[in-house]
């Protein structure tokens, strides 16, 4: 496809349950991050990829989130035993990265979790 | 640490009226500096992006913001809002690993 693919789009699950999220970056981008958007707040960085490493991986909340990158290409965001504080978009967003000189970021449509 | 302050949460204006959008920053070096539209159910779109050069900067659907160094600031403005532009608006700064964004701004149009 031509933009940043996120799936599942909605995930319902209940507390304790361990949720994996996926992200599909744009072909070619070198760089993929992932944010949390909580209700009514503005985007919370997580962590960020250059190719399959994370240099930076500060935002992640707890050792409950893990996120790993494979081929340089799709990601997946992991929550352990999941929390109702948890419930969020988890937004993921691509850029051609540091090696093609662009900070453009490109978003995808998200994936809302409900822990119940 | 770099920070994105958007002082208003919620702004209304009447279709056709003009618009300015806050946003200041805080930054260690010469910031990267972007706005991002969220329409209702829609993922985040760059409106306008600001890098170097010239601090007035065009970006799409008739959005400008211009860059003020002396006043940490980069708010955007449209001179006439048109119904389809009420949505959150996202002001971002930062580099490739340090992108910091607002808690955004909201606007409504009204008829």
């Known amino acids: 496809g031509a933009g940043v693919s996120q799936s599942p789009s909605n995930k319902v699950t209940e507390k304790g349950k361990d949720v994996e999220l996926r992200c599909d970056p744009i072909?070619?981008?070198?760089?993929l991050y992932w944010y949390r958007q909580s209700l009514g707040q503005g985007l919370e960085f997580l962590i960020y990829?250059?190719?399959?490493?994370?240099?930076?991986k500060s935002g992640l909340p707890s050792d409950r989130f893990s996120a790993e990158r494979t081929g340089g290409s799709v990601s997946t965001l992991t929550i352990q035993r999941t929390q109702q504080e948890d419930s969020a978009v988890y937004l993921c967003?691509?850029?051609?990265?540091?090696?093609?000189?662009?900070?453009?970021?490109?978003f995808g449509p998200g994936t809302r979790l409900t822990v119940l | 640490a770099q920070s994105v302050t958007q002082p208003d949460i919620h702004i209304t204006v009447s279709e056709g009226a003009s618009l300015e959008l806050r946003c200041n920053y805080s930054?260690?070096?010469?910031?990267?500096l972007f706005w991002y539209v969220q329409s209702p159910g829609q993922g985040l779109q760059l409106l306008l992006k600001?890098?170097?050069?010239?601090?007035l900067v065009q970006g799409i659907k008739g959005f400008e913001a211009e860059f003020k160094r002396s006043q940490s600031s980069f708010n955007l403005r449209k001179p006439s809002v048109h119904w389809s532009d009420a949505a959150e608006y996202f002001c971002?700064?930062?580099?490739?690993?340090?992108?910091?964004f607002g808690a955004g701004t909201r606007l409504t149009v009204k008829p």
């Open positions: 967003a691509s850029s051609l990265g540091r090696d093609r000189g662009s900070h453009e970021q490109f």
């Open positions: 072909s070619g981008h070198t760089a």
């Open positions: 990829f250059q190719g399959n490493s994370a240099p930076d």
């Open positions: 930054y260690g070096a010469t910031p990267y």
């Open positions: 600001y890098f170097s050069g010239d601090t």
């Open positions: 971002a700064v930062g580099g490739f690993n340090d992108m910091r």
